[in-house]
């Protein structure tokens, strides 16, 4: 292995509430390497890799480049190291082409270039460094994907030697993921080096050269990725809980015949006046799960906020519990008593200026008068114990966690909420392997005990299959089955996807 | 060595007052010596800004500007910024004219509960006038999309003119000597009492009774200002509206997503601003402005454009409203007091409202930051 390109020496941060995000961890980046960061949800995964980049500052602590001390404390001074993030959500503006999008942060061109030069010049760049990407084409037109090889373009064309991947890869289908992969093992092999931060213990398994695992804040160990176990990591990174994690099939809920949720040839428009859903018939029954697979950006979302009464309804019919609910806005829904995960956590889910008690007194109480404080810190409480929320208390606010527990705060304030209905679109995202298996349980639990309807819409066909009694998949804005999930296959499932 | 800026990881419990207190120290040094520069003795402008805290003139200001700032503190709490307070203020004294001289006009023959039915009277029509004012820059920003910046700054004018308009003809006055104003409110209606101190000689002793005679004097104030205080603490802490309001301020789209119109907040929110404003217009026609001059907008003392400067200073922080009432308050004093000590003319109030700003601004990143030394 070769030499240390980075090192983060003794790196102490603390949020807002005393929160403590990282404990004096030391750290290396090889050049040429791959290191994946691993942790529970809060354990300062991506507290360390902002540090890096310039977008948080360290308490305490330095970072070494080449045996240099230096001071990162925004992106573009990490950038003029040769450091690139590449984040969960790509940061592509949608009203531009690639070529402007990318243009924005060279410096190779001066404001009086043209965009054509710019954009045969990412055309030659995106050649050299094998990823296809049109450069005339408007983000708003791209997949998920496709975005996500703009950002690695990005990165290539800032001559990144160190990229980080904070989830970048996580919403990626399976083989997509494997070229990205591929693609980071050859930056490696050329002299780059990657940190990848993932929930998924087997895909660092298989790409890192290196596994740092965090646990709550603390450096626990860095095994070679070679040698590494999942068991032993799972255990290093969770402790005793590790035993909780599975991905077996959930026990079968047994549906009743009362349709909870319908649609009759729903038509849904897109943000860009396209039609995002395209005629589709859904149904789920009380005490059902029906999980929805699909790419991200197949119509998933704009289909999830039209059932719940955010987005208008340009043809066709919605009924909750037999009701027409259709374009009748989100305060009708709601009554009925649906939860709702959405897509956006941090702008639909939750209000991360607010405290986790105002959070909820906003969805249980918004119909009172005055609220109850003391029944909402007593609910509070008690999802953040079921939940194990790693927040100080119910009134601290919400900007204080970590990510994983932001939607922690989200997935269980609306799977406490839902009487009859509930819509939740990733309901495990950012969320680690302990976190995610307790939601998805949860889930199945409301629809077996209570009859409560679900809608799952996710990217993770591992958490369809474990969860769902019915499967469907969603592709440019169709709706395909439903098919058993004893019975579908997982490739035919797979092909849908992407066909 | 090198100094980093990181944020806080828990509040300061002094932070808030201590900022405002060094921002005052630190514009009033900085004025002192602007002043020198032009050839003023600092030690003078000092002592003339330092005497302006502590005289009793800032009493009325601090209690009206307490009124006003904890109105607009709810419309700001949601991001909606209703810079028509002046305008909500004049439009709310138009019931108050009405009723007074013209439905209810005092008279000898008058029943003594009349002042108290009269007087309950505005004070409930003036909040209502205030609250429509309010309500219609929530209507156009909610139904119709209209930035309420400038429909509220605009809304002042139409108020000023539109009292002025009253003023010209039907509250145009019949015992005014000439003058274009309306009649003088009754004594009957007037809220304040009136106490006489003897004085004993000593300037210490007098100018504490002095502050107790201003304090019963404007009495009424100071309860209408705890009311006020009360209600937007109520509103803010125990009912959905207040909550709403906060949230409307931080995050919209969650809150239409959990099925709150947010639409609605947005009119309540300006309209309890407006009412508010209008409870405070009530007790200042009431209590000391007891009759409109025309043209009001040359009159005016602009306790609405104050009332702005005292929600920003106290950084939406209820609590520190009453403090930021007093220094916005002391500062016009304080202007008044420079030039009657010699220290320059309204160039020198605004120099020394600039500076003491200017620190404010630059010294408010302390609240959630703070500057370590780094070896």
Known sequence: MSDEYIVLKEISKKFAGGVVAL?????????????????????????????????????????????????????????????VMVSQHPQLIDALSVAENLALGLRTFSVLTSIKRISNFILEKSREFGVRVDPWEKAWRLTYTQKQLVEMLRAMLLNARVILLDEALTYLPLEEKKKFYKFIKEFAEKGGSAVIITHKIPEALHVADRIAILRRGKLVGIIEGGRARIEDVRKMMFGESAVEITYERLPA??????????????WVTGDFGEDAVRGVNLRVREGEVVGIAGIVGNGQRELTQALIGLRKVSRGRIFIGEIDVTNRGVHVVREMGVGYIPDSP???????DNSMAENIAALYQRKSMLIDWSKIREMASSLIEAYKIMIPDANSLIKVLSGGNIMKAVVSKEINYCKIALIAHNPTRALDEVSAAMVRKSIKERAINDGVAVLMVSEDLDEIYQVSDSIYVMNSGKLYGPFPPDEAERSKVEHLMVI | MRFIVVRRTRSHPYIRPLVIVLSLLTGMMLVAILLT????????????????????QVVKDMVLLTMLGCALLISFKGALW???AEGQLYTAIIPIVWITLYVAPWSASSPPYQSILVTLASITAAAIFGAMWGAIAGVLRAYVG???????????????????????????GRYVYGYIRTDDLPDAYKLNINVVMQRTGNAFIDGFLEFIRVIVYYAYWVLAAILVALLTWIVFNHTSIGLKIKILGSNPEFLKAVGVDVRRTIVMALTLSGLLVGIASATYYLGDLTRLTYPIQAQTAGYGYLAILVAWLSMLELQLIPISAYIVSSLRNAGR????????????????????????????FLTEYEVRVVK
């Not at chain 2, 007091?337 to 408010?364: D, H, P």
């Open chain 1, 23 to 83: 404990d004096k961890v030391t750290i290396s980046i090889r050049t040429g390497e791959v290191l994946a960061l691993l942790g529970e949800n809060g354990a300062g995964k991506s507290t360390l890799v902002k540090i890096l980049y310039g977008l948080y500052s360290a308490d305490e602590g330095s970072i070494y480049i080449n045996g240099r001390r230096v001071d990162i404390s925004n992106p573009s001074e990490a950038i003029r190291h040769g450091i």
């Open chain 1, 253 to 266: 809920s047994q549906p009743r015949e009362r349709s909870v949720i319908e649609t009759q040839d729903l």
């Open chain 1, 346 to 352: 941090l702008a639909f889910g939750i209000s991360i």
């Open chain 2, 37 to 56: 520069l032009i050839g003023a003795h600092p030690l003078a402008t000092i002592v003339a800004i330092a005497y302006s805290f502590i005289t009793p």
């Open chain 2, 82 to 84: 209703n810079v028509g």
């Open chain 2, 146 to 172: 209209i930035d309420e910046v400038p429909v509220t700054l605009i809304m002042n004018y139409i108020a000023y003119y539109l009292v002025n308009l009253l003023i010209l003809g039907p509250f145009r």
């Open chain 2, 337 to 364: 007091n420079m030039q009657i000590f010699g220290l320059g003319g309204l160039e020198s109030t605004l120099i020394l409202l600039g500076s003491i700003l200017l620190t404010y601004s630059t010294l408010r």
